[in-house]
């Protein structure tokens, strides 16, 4: 089992930058896939990017490519997300998610594990 624990969200004007952040306890010790997803008011779940916690392998939704950073550090047991340039679009609540393996996947049902969420609000 895997606990996870999301923080950081609030609000940011467009163009700005928030970071956020995911603590994981439990199991830590398998092999995951970690991701991030948000999700806008009347929208579907939708990725935003994944890294394997082993190897450090990432991974981005086209949107957010050259914006946003996924990392993680593994003595921590956290998971990041910073994000830059940020569009009124991409306001949502947002996320963590994890699943076991090292396969790429990006779609919410194929995640075992999910955070509470943290709201984002990008306003001018």
């Known amino acids: 089992q895997v606990q996870m624990l999301s923080s950081g969200g609030g609000w940011v004007q467009t163009g700005g930058s928030m970071n956020l952040s995911c603590v994981v306890s439990?199991?830590?010790?398998?092999?995951?896939?970690m991701a991030w997803f948000r999700q806008a008011p009347g929208k579907e779940r939708e990725f935003v990017a994944a890294i394997s916690w082993i190897a450090g392998s990432t991974y981005y939704a086209d949107s957010v490519k050259g914006r946003f950073t996924i990392s993680r550090h593994n003595a921590k047991n956290t998971l990041y997300l910073e994000m830059n340039r940020l569009k009124a679009e991409e306001t949502g609540v947002y996320y963590c998610?994890?699943?076991?393996?090292?396969?790429?996947?990006?779609?919410?049902?194929?995640?075992?594990?999910w955070g509470q969420g943290t709201q984002v609000t990008v306003s001018s």
């Open positions: 998610a994890a699943r076991f393996g090292v396969v790429y996947v990006n779609t919410p049902s194929r995640f075992e594990y």
């Open positions: 439990g199991r830590t010790d398998k092999t995951y896939l």
